[in-house]
């Protein structure tokens, strides 16, 4: 039996465990809610994570690219980006799969026949953590970038009233009054 | 390993379950991304609010008054007093749970604190220790606990991470009002000095100049003029903006951000073209230039001072009744607390529509109509020509903004408005929208952007039911009428969804209207115009609509 069998065969108790883990990452009276409202839209949490690491599962099992993957795990990780997590913490839930995956050997992992296809297995684990680690990466740059482009959206037309002025000044056109009294006072928020 | 019978590790034996805690063990963490920064001492100062000081919530001390505690407890005895709902708020919650998973803050982020049944706790817990016997004898054991500064802190994370939605209160048999609690959670918070920035700077912007930016009645018709001339290069058509004009028939009020944000603008156009088409005898106030109230968000107090102008300058300009534009709490404030507050407006007329005669009488006492009740009814009288496939390059759903839909029941007025405008529209699943709509995750005056991370997860379960009908059937707007929601919704979607835009029910109007003499080849937005008709009026105005409104999901 290989690797993969063995992964098949006993999927839905693997994953199970998996998803677990992921959930005890969350405070124990979310847990419960998290783990057991089936509904996708009114447990969103529960439900991406359960959804998103079952593909992530399937796609290692059956040797997807590194694309793959990341699309897979996008979810769980973009969740877990913004949650109150520190960023060992948010990506850590990668390698308790190979914590659950050895344990479900039952004590038949350092078998030679195994020992190969285990450590293969093991290093794609790790690459699906280094993956995940970029795209937490990804994620928070992108917070910092919204969050600087979004300020921007808030006063949009004023700005846009400016550089209309601007203009006037540079191609030489009259400036009324109205034109350069400061039009806004006080906070700089809407 | 032939043979082998590998015993896979059970769920049981997984340490499924954290150790337990209780809630109150748990200290606040004031975690960047996650908090607002406190009120500007100079504006919260304009305003007249008690306890002025510099402080950062991430300060250790928070330097609360000598007498804080008295304060507070103070307050909240005088509120139990005023506000009957407030007692029996405090009183009858049995803890049923059924509220318990229904706040979107919750949803997204597991805090357990973020249930709005603990949520409540935070505040009921010191009323029990100091308003009830058991309190006071048993402590603890009661659910009791000392008002301690290490409270305060809690109370004011927790109180600023509810956008006194409403959600919850719908699945409450007892009709307990999370939202209220928090309500009186921020006034006693306020009370001890503890108000946050992106409240207060509107609040005192609104307070001298009538809107939340701060713009002056010069700029405020620069804008308006400036949208004229946009909307003229678009359609070929020179509207009017009447400002200040006295002996109009209606006051128009609308949320500032129409005027100088983005998307918000696109609606600004289509009020215009919309009033422009069908000849309204209107006017906009420079005064009352702000349909939003951050008062709402502060105390009752400061709600009444900001909304005071709008019938201050319905009278003084002598119109009969007022109609407002797409804003979300201004609706909460007005259907809920503008007649008593700073009514009744008996200078003012029961509403009827000047182009189809229809009587608003659902608006009798606070004379102010909603601009898509005013529109469906100019569709359903047939007043308006709407070329729908102008629309063909959005596939729109549509977001019930909580305070219209939860606090106003405006549910099928804008959704007549988008089926007459564009023809293709879905519906996101059932649990998600109307009453039962998903925050934004930054209403109440928490949208700011040193709190964004927060707001991602208050408002991932909006955006997962977005991202679900963007998968299914390819939607790409998001519709709503809520100057917030226009504001932070595009950065969660970018962030959850990317490829979902943000959109006004106007701005779908505005792109559908067929105007006498215009000539249009691109939209609102100034992208190409799809099926546009051109200035001869041809086009594709009697396809028949493709009805794709979807709620089996
Ligand atoms: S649903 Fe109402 S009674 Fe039940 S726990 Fe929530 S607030 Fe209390
Ligand atoms: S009002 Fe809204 S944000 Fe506040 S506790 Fe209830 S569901 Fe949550």
């Not at chain 1, 038949?108 to 680690?133: N, Y």
């Not at chain 2, 939605?165 to 719908?170: D, E, K």
Request: aromatic content about 10%; glycine content about 8%; overall charge negative.
């Amino acid at each position: 039996m290989s690797i993969r069998e063995h992964l098949l065969t006993n999927r839905a108790d693997i994953l199970s465990s998996w998803i677990g883990r992921t959930f005890a990452t969350y405070p124990a009276d979310s847990v419960r809610f998290f783990a057991t409202r089936s509904d996708r839209f009114a447990n969103p949490v529960g439900d991406t994570i359960k959804r998103g690491l079952s593909a992530v599962f399937d796609s290692l099992v059956a040797g997807a690219d590194p694309e793959r993957l990341r699309e897979d795990i996008d979810a769980v990780i973009r969740l877990r980006s913004v949650q109150n997590f520190s960023a060992q913490d948010a990506v850590g839930f990668v390698f308790a799969l190979k914590e659950i995956v050895h344990a479900s050997l039952n004590g038949h992992a350092g078998e030679s026949a195994l020992r190969e296809d285990l450590s293969a297995f093991d290093r794609r684990v790790d690459q699906l953590a280094l993956l995940a680690f970029d795209l937490y990466m990804s994620c928070r740059e992108q917070v910092y970038d919204i969050r600087a482009r979004e300020e921007k959206a808030r006063s949009a037309k004023l700005l846009a009233r400016a550089h209309q002025i601007i203009e006037r000044h540079a191609t030489g056109q009259k400036i009324t009054r109205d034109d350069i009294t400061p039009q806004v006072e006080g906070g700089e928020r809407q | 390993m032939a043979g082998a019978k590998p015993k896979p590790e059970k769920l049981s034996s997984v340490d499924y379950h954290p150790p337990s805690q209780s809630w109150m063990d748990v200290p606040p963490n004031v975690r960047p991304g996650t908090f607002n920064w406190a009120a500007n001492p100079a504006n919260a100062a304009y305003l007249d609010l008690p306890h002025v000081r510099k402080w950062q919530p991430t300060d250790e001390d928070w330097k609360l008054p000598d007498n804080w505690q008295q304060i507070v407890l103070e307050g909240l005895a005088d509120r139990l007093q005023k506000y009957r709902s407030l007692k029996l708020f405090m009183d009858i919650c049995v803890r049923c749970g059924a509220c318990a998973d229904k706040c979107h803050f919750f949803l997204g982020s597991g805090d357990p604190k973020n249930m709005p049944v603990l949520r409540a706790e935070l505040l009921r817990s010191v009323y029990r220790r100091d308003f009830t016997t058991a309190g006071k004898i048993l402590g603890k054991l009661a659910g009791a606990r000392p008002l301690t500064p290490q409270v305060i802190k809690e109370w004011f994370l927790y109180f600023y991470q509810c956008t006194e939605c409403r959600r919850c209160s719908v699945f409450c048999p007892y009709g307990i009002d999370t939202a209220e609690i928090t309500m009186m959670g921020r006034e006693l918070l306020n009370s001890i000095g503890l108000g946050i920035d992106w409240i207060t700077t509107p609040a005192a912007n609104c307070f001298r100049t009538g809107n939340h930016l701060g713009i002056q009645p010069h700029g405020f018709k620069d804008s308006l003029d400036f949208a004229v001339d946009e909307l003229a290069e678009i359609t070929g058509v020179r509207v009017e903006a009447p400002i200040n004009r006295k002996g109009a028939e209606i006051l128009f009020v609308s949320p500032s951000a129409d005027y100088f944000a983005s998307p918000h603008y696109y609606t600004l156009l289509g009020y215009l073209a919309l009033f422009h088409e069908i000849g309204l005898d209107y006017t906009w106030s420079a005064y009352a230039s702000e349909g939003g109230n951050f008062g709402l968000f502060h105390s009752s107090d400061m709600m009444k001072r900001l909304n005071a102008k709008i019938y201050a300058e319905a009278r003084r300009l002598g119109v009969k009744w007022i109609l407002g534009g797409e804003c979300g709490h201004m609706w909460r404030v007005l259907h809920q607390y503008m007649d008593t507050m700073n009514g009744p407006a008996d200078f003012l007329e029961e509403p009827v529509s000047p182009i189809t005669g229809t009587k608003f009488d659902h608006a009798r006492a606070t004379k102010m109509v909603h601009i898509c009740e005013f529109t469906s009814d100019l569709i359903a009288n047939g007043k308006l020509k709407l070329e729908k496939s102008r629309n063909d390059n959005v596939r729109v759903t549509f977001h019930d903004s909580c305070n219209p839909a939860r606090a106003m029941g405006l549910l099928d007025e804008p959704r007549y408005c988008i089926d007459h405008a564009c023809n293709h529209f879905f519906e996101m699943p059932e649990n998600t929208i109307r009453e039962q709509t998903f925050c934004c995750g930054s209403g109440s005056g928490i949208g700011t952007d040193e709190n964004f991370e927060m707001r991602m997860r208050g408002g991932f379960p909006r955006a997962n039911a977005v991202k679900y009908v963007h998968e299914i059937h390819g939607v790409n707007m998001l519709a709503c009428i809520c100057a917030i929601d226009k504001a932070t919704l595009p950065p969660l979607l970018e962030f959850w969804v990317p490829g979902v835009e943000v959109c006004g029910v106007h701005e779908l109007i505005g792109n559908a209207l067929v105007m006498k003499g215009e000539h249009r080849v691109s939209d609102l937005r100034g992208e190409p115009l799809p099926g546009q008709a051109g200035a001869d009026g041809e086009g594709a105005a009697d396809q028949p609509a493709e009805k794709e409104v979807s709620k089996d999901v």
